[in-house]
């Protein structure tokens, strides 16, 4: 068994975090480093008349002010790697030329010798817009005359669906039961504690860009800046240290950073973008803002027949990666982890004068949204627990592998077994009696569940393959390269552990170099929740071939054969006989500088690099969230009273770091569920730029998470499976289901999200329920 993988070994990057020693993108000081600001459109759509920037040019400090005309002609390719240069994309200027689409659009840049001066010179950049009536509602964009961007008449970027529903038609309607429910989702978004931030420094006798970046993906950056710029990729350097969070955010250049490196390259110094946080919450980016009507088809005993999904999604005004991506697997994913024999999807995504969409933890979370409280609603329309329902549709071990509805494959998951251990964990027999005592006494108590699969690390041209780079040092000391993007992560933590145990060294001789594109061999980052199985992949096969290098010359040198050594606590030794061996840095010795002394055909040194290619179109991992609430009908307020997931990622390479991610994602989909909502007026307007309208769930208003594991290794490296998204799928479906279950005695049924206090009031109000 290996030492490490698999224990709660402490996190390598905690001591500098908690002392604050880390370094973030703030952190980075440049020689003469200058700082931007950004002039933002106050309107939602208008023309761009006339700029003015005499004014602020005259303000003592400032060095620069750019707009369109300045900057966008120096671009020249700005295509993402995860979409290819075909892929249809939304004309994405740096800076607005035009016309300005959303409230917060940047429409001027000013560079001055620091932010106080930048933003004092970006107040006197005066700019003449004509205003134009804006597409606010998405939900009414396909009919609307007007047009977010003049290319796309109509508002639609695209669609992608299944099967025509017309030929489910005879299905439902033969079915003894049919039950249908649109739920509509607000938009919020994923709020990192660090907002976005970049520092570029152009080199112009050496043709060279360096970045700074707050990224999940430092490689991506530099291939976007090398395009951008239409210089070599090897001449430009990447280098991410400590990002707070990203959740999808992060992982790909938008706009503002464009900009910054085009106006870098014109610059005699490096230039240094943070974002504040109104500019985060008015430009960064929204999620989550989509709507579905979904149907089930149901036989007499609750056993579904068929389902539809007819999706629409909000794209925003510059949507990123580009308009369909985040979405596509909505309606693939749909059929979530049910027998469910025929069915099909439509989604449609349509631009608006909004933020634009950008992916968030689980873009595709409204699957699981939409099946889950499609199948509560449909249990309690039918009469029968929503659990029994469950229960009689889910998929079993004997069931697999199977694919669903859409031809997605599935295995090595369970479904059935991570539902029953959470009704177990909560003792859901008790539950339902203490639910129907505090109904006699006025109490309005739920129950909600959300079980789910998702997709993690898998064989997608963007995503498939990940490198490593392994170097025992002359002193014997291990240093492991990978790409990285841990932004919270703990890839650090991890890949130290599962090279310890590659090469039998001790934890404590291991280290890893991340985040620099000088250093680090290529890799896509983190995102897809592809981090733990492929950067696994990757050390597995770097390590076998310096394993078996270490062993050959220790062989050689002790005179045994190779069979009978073992490689463990950086040590070679001779089994059975302990004393006869030799450290890593012994062996290291040898390697390096006795070359007389190595055994015939093996190469001096001790540095291998290898990359993983994934031969598994998908690893799935899969969940279930369960959790109970009390509803106060004359207030609507919700508490959670217990919340419990079962899990199952394979054998967890660290159960800290996976019950971690866990707890974060949860906590993310509880705000989704009760208090966040980046709301527009009519006007386009945004109603939630500062986080005293902007509402997120603090240690108040969390309960305990209480977890419970089931382990299924993947057919991939190690069994493992990917964890960092699941917890936000979950939890939001989860917490709609028990404040639908608590209500449900008074006629409520839901269908707008987020639940907040005065939208419960008013559910309870329109079903006629007389409170106090």
Same mark, same amino acid.
């Given at each position: 068994m290996a030492p490490y993988t698999g224990t709660r070994t402490p996190r390598v990057e905690d001591p500098r975090l908690l002392t604050g020693t880390g370094t973030y993108v703030d952190d980075v000081v440049r020689p003469g480093m200058l700082h931007a600001c950004f002039v933002r459109s106050p309107v939602a759509r208008a023309r761009i008349a006339a700029i003015d920037v005499s004014e602020a040019l005259r303000l003592d400090g400032v060095h620069a002010v750019f707009v369109a005309q300045d900057l966008n002609s120096g671009v020249h390719e700005q295509w993402y790697t995860l979409n290819g240069p075909e892929d249809p994309d939304t004309p994405r200027p740096p800076l607005a030329a035009d016309e300005v689409r959303f409230v917060g659009d940047p429409v001027a840049m000013v560079v001055a010798v620091d932010r106080y001066r930048a933003e004092d010179a970006a107040e006197l950049v005066v700019v003449d817009y004509d205003e134009l009536p804006p597409v606010v509602d998405y939900a009414t964009a396909l009919e609307s005359t007007e047009s977010v961007h003049a290319t796309h008449p109509g508002n639609l970027v695209g669609e992608l669906a299944g099967r025509p529903m017309e030929e489910l038609a005879p299905v439902f309607e033969d079915a003894p039961h049919v039950v249908g429910v649109t739920i509509r989702q607000q938009a919020y978004c994923p709020v990192p504690l660090e907002t976005r931030g970049i520092v570029a420094e152009w080199s112009a006798p050496a043709g060279e860009m360096t970045v700074w970046a707050a990224t999940q993906s430092p490689h991506e950056v530099r291939s976007f800046c090398a395009r951008l710029l239409g210089v070599d990729e090897h001449r430009v350097r990447v280098v991410m240290r400590d990002t707070g969070g990203g959740f999808g955010q992060k992982v790909l250049p938008q706009r503002e950073d464009m900009c910054v490196l085009l106006a870098a390259a014109k610059l005699p110094a490096a230039l240094k973008w943070i974002e504040d946080r109104q500019e985060h919450l008015m430009a960064a980016g929204q999620a989550r803002h989509e709507h579905g009507e979904a149907r089930l088809a149901l036989d007499d005993e609750g056993r579904i027949l068929a389902a539809t999904l007819d999706h629409v999604q909000d794209a925003g005004a510059y949507p990123t990666p580009s308009p369909v991506q985040s979405g596509l697997a909505v309606g693939l994913l749909f059929p979530g982890p049910y027998r469910i024999p025929q069915g099909t999807f439509r989604s449609r995504f349509v631009f608006s004068n909004t933020s634009g969409r950008v992916a968030y933890r689980?873009?595709?979370?409204?699957?699981?949204?939409?099946?889950?409280?499609?199948?509560?609603?449909?249990?309690?329309?039918?009469?029968?627990?929503?659990?029994?329902?469950?229960?009689?549709?889910?998929?079993?071990?004997?069931?697999?592998?199977?694919?669903?509805?859409?031809?997605?494959?599935?295995?090595?998951?369970?479904?059935?077994?991570?539902?029953?251990?959470?009704?177990?964990?909560?003792?859901?027999?008790?539950?339902?009696?203490?639910?129907?005592?505090?109904?006699?006494?006025?109490?309005?108590?739920?129950?909600?569940?959300?079980?789910?699969?998702?997709?993690?690390?898998?064989?997608?041209?963007?995503?498939?393959?990940?490198?490593?780079?392994?170097?025992?040092?002359?002193?014997?000391?291990?240093?492991?390269?990978?790409?990285?993007?841990?932004?919270?992560?703990?890839?650090?933590?991890?890949?130290?552990?599962?090279?310890?145990?590659?090469?039998?060294?001790?934890?404590?001789?291991?280290?890893?170099?991340?985040?620099?594109?000088? #250093? $680090?061999?290529?890799? !896509?980052?983190?995102? =897809?929740?592809?981090?733990?199985?492929? /950067?696994?992949?990757? @050390? %597995?096969?770097?390590?076998?071939?310096?394993?078996?290098?270490?062993?050959?010359?220790?062989?050689?040198?002790?005179?045994?054969?190779?069979?009978?050594?073992? #490689? $463990?606590?950086?040590? !070679?030794?001779?089994? =059975?006989?302990?004393?006869?061996?030799? /450290?890593?840095?012994? @062996? %290291?010795?040898?390697?390096?500088?006795?070359?007389?002394?190595?055994?015939?055909?093996?190469?001096?040194?001790?540095?291998?690099?290898?990359?993983?290619?994934?031969?598994?179109?998908?690893?799935?991992?899969?969940?279930?969230?369960?959790?109970?609430?009390?509803?106060?009908?004359?207030?609507?307020?919700?508490?959670?009273?217990?919340?419990?997931?079962?899990?199952?990622?394979?054998?967890?390479?660290?159960?800290?770091?996976?019950?971690?991610?866990?707890?974060?994602?949860?906590?993310?989909?509880?705000?989704?569920?009760?208090?966040?909502?980046?709301?527009?007026?009519?006007?386009?307007?945004?109603?939630?730029?500062?986080?005293?309208?902007?509402?997120?769930?603090?240690?108040?208003?969390?309960?305990?998470?209480?977890?419970?594991?089931?382990?299924?290794?993947?057919?991939?490296?190690?069994?493992?499976?990917?964890?960092?998204?699941?917890?936000?799928?979950?939890?939001?479906?989860?917490?709609?289901?028990?404040?639908?279950?608590?209500?449900?005695?008074?006629?409520?049924?839901?269908?707008?999200?987020?639940?907040?206090?005065?939208?419960?009031?008013?559910?309870?109000?329109?079903?006629?329920?007389?409170?106090?």
């Open positions: 689980g873009p595709w979370q409204f699957e699981s949204m939409a099946r889950e409280v499609l199948l509560d609603t449909a249990a309690r329309r039918i009469g029968m627990d929503p659990v029994e329902l469950r229960r009689r549709n889910m998929l079993r071990r004997e069931d697999l592998p199977t694919a669903n509805f859409n031809g997605m494959p599935y295995d090595h998951i369970t479904p059935y077994e991570t539902f029953e251990q959470a009704l177990e964990m909560l003792d859901c027999p008790a539950f339902r009696r203490e639910q129907e005592q505090a109904r006699a006494q006025g109490r309005y108590l739920g129950l909600g569940t959300c079980t789910y699969v998702e997709p993690t690390a898998g064989a997608t041209p963007f995503h498939g393959t990940e490198g490593a780079t392994i170097r025992i040092e002359p002193s014997g000391k291990v240093n492991v390269y990978v790409a990285g993007g841990s932004c919270g992560n703990s890839l650090e933590t991890t890949v130290v552990q599962l090279t310890a145990d590659a090469l039998g060294a001790a934890i404590e001789d291991v280290s890893t170099i991340q985040g620099d594109t000088a #250093l $680090t061999p290529y890799g !896509a980052g983190t995102g =897809g929740s592809r981090s733990g199985p492929m /950067t696994a992949g990757a @050390i %597995a096969e770097t390590a076998a071939g310096l394993r078996d290098r270490i062993l050959a010359i220790a062989g050689h040198r002790l005179e045994v054969a190779v069979e009978k050594l073992e #490689l $463990t606590g950086s040590r !070679a030794s001779v089994t =059975g006989d302990p004393e006869k061996s030799l /450290t890593l840095a012994e @062996i %290291a010795d040898i390697a390096y500088f006795q070359p007389h002394a190595m055994p015939p055909g093996v190469p001096a040194g001790l540095e291998a690099s290898g990359r993983y290619r994934s031969p598994h179109l998908m690893i799935w991992a899969n969940a279930t969230h369960l959790c109970t609430c009390e509803v106060d009908i004359v207030t609507g307020g919700v508490k959670l009273l217990r919340y419990i997931v079962s899990e199952d990622c394979g054998p967890m390479i660290n159960p800290s770091v996976v019950e971690g991610q866990i707890y974060g994602g949860t906590v993310q989909g509880i705000g989704g569920a009760l208090y966040e909502h980046l709301a527009y007026d009519e006007d386009g307007n945004p109603l939630a730029t500062t986080f005293m309208d902007y509402l997120l769930p603090t240690a108040t208003e969390v309960p305990v998470i209480e977890l419970g594991h089931i382990e299924t290794p993947s057919p991939g490296p190690g069994g493992h499976k990917g964890v960092g998204e699941g917890g936000a799928i979950g939890s939001a479906p989860a917490i709609v289901n028990a404040v639908a279950d608590a209500l449900a005695p008074l006629g409520v049924e839901i269908g707008r999200l987020p639940l907040t206090p005065a939208s419960i009031v008013e559910l309870v109000e329109q079903a006629g329920v007389m409170t106090p």
